[in-house]
Every structure is written in structure tokens, then in C-alpha cells.
């Protein structure tokens, strides 16, 4: 993705939020779905701060000379930060070589973002790592394994699996339809002419 996020130490946007998403199918249960970015919050998080004129917490967001920010505009213009540090910052380092020096793909900061509208679209990679169970382990050495993790994590009522919010709001969604804040609602009507 188009540069976001610094280097380990730096300040100045050279890698891609690099979204990570892993699936494991489960025998009679949703998938376990993880969906990350790996910049400490999504970028549309200070999009909406900036939007509605809120703070944004220290640790998210870097402005242009690299100092920490609460504003979210500043933080935009800047950098975000990666989750976790250095060791985020590490992580991206490998997303950002595998979707780049693997595809010739363009590297986050050669890439146009996708927030204007200038230039040619990003020149964005993509790396897949796909694995059937069934080659390693087994089908039911893999469901069996999944099962066992996944039963000693709910052990915790504390624990949300990944994905599980994702398909109760799909559920919900499905049911209700999709409520919208009336000031979104009025905008898009007012797009629509």
C-alpha cells in the first residue's frame, strides 16, 4: 500500500499500512478470519478524528517533522505508527519486500496514495501463501489442532476470536439492514443530487 508508516526509528513514511489476513477453515464453525493492519490503528480512524474534530491518542501518529500528535490532520500529513514498535515496524518490512521485491511492484513510498487523485493508481503487489492441510499434517490432525487452540482460548470469557464481531455485525446487518449517522446520510443524498 501506498507509504504510511516509518521505518524502526524513523519518521517519515516509507512502508504501506501492509494489511495482513489469515483464514482457517474450521470443520463445523465459521473460519477464524484475522484481517490487520500493521500500523498501530487504520488510517480511517484518524480520517474520522480529523472529520469530526477529535483528538487522536499519543502513539498513533507522527506529524511531518516526526514529533507525536493528537491531531489528527497533522497525523495524516505525517506518519502513522506501527503496531508494536520496532517489531511492527520489522513485520512491514517483511509484507512491504514480499509484495515488492517478489512482484516488481511499486515500494509504499513510489506509490501514488489512495486518498488523491494524481497520477497513475499505486502499482500495488500482492503476496499469497495458500497451504492445504491435508499436505502436512491431515484434515483431521489440522481440525483437531484449530479446535483445541481455539477451545483453550474461549476458556477465557474475556477472549473475542477474530472474525467472530465480523460475522455476528454481517448476521445483524442481514437481519436489520445498516444504520448510517444522519449527518453521512445527508451527504450522501446530497452526492447522489
Excluded: C
Excluded at 491518542?57 to 490532520?73: E, I, Q, R, V
Excluded at 515488492?100 to 493508481?121: C, H, P, Q, Y
Amino acid at each position: 500500500s501506498p507509504a504510511a508508516m516509518p521505518a524502526a526509528g524513523g519518521s517519515r513514511p516509507i512502508f504501506g499500512t501492509n494489511p495482513i489476513a489469515a483464514i482457517f477453515p474450521r470443520p463445523h464453525a465459521a473460519a477464524l478470519l484475522i484481517d490487520l493492519s500493521l500500523s498501530e490503528v487504520a488510517r480511517g480512524k484518524l480520517m474520522i478524528a480529523a472529520k469530526e474534530r477529535k483528538p487522536i491518542p499519543l502513539g498513533w501518529a507522527l506529524d511531518k517533522a516526526g514529533k507525536p500528535t493528537t491531531d489528527p490532520k497533522a497525523g495524516l500529513e505525517g506518519s502513522m505508527l506501527p503496531l508494536g514498535g520496532a517489531k511492527g515496524a520489522m513485520l512491514a518490512l517483511v509484507v512491504e519486500l514480499l509484495v515488492t521485491a517478489l512482484t516488481g511492484a511499486a515500494i509504499g513510498f513510489e506509490a501514488t496514495s489512495f486518498f488523491v487523485d494524481e497520477g497513475n493508481r499505486p502499482r500495488l503487489g500482492q503476496a499469497f501463501l495458500v497451504i492445504d492441510p491435508v499436505a502436512l499434517s491431515g484434515r483431521v490432525v489440522y481440525d483437531e489442532r484449530v479446535e483445541t487452540l481455539i477451545a483453550a482460548m474461549t476458556k477465557d470469557p474475556a477472549v473475542r476470536l477474530p472474525g467472530e464481531r465480523r460475522y455476528a455485525l454481517a448476521a445483524k446487518a442481514a437481519k436489520e439492514g445498516v444504520g448510517i449517522p444522519a449527518a453521512l446520510h445527508r451527504q450522501l443524498i446530497e452526492l447522489a443530487g
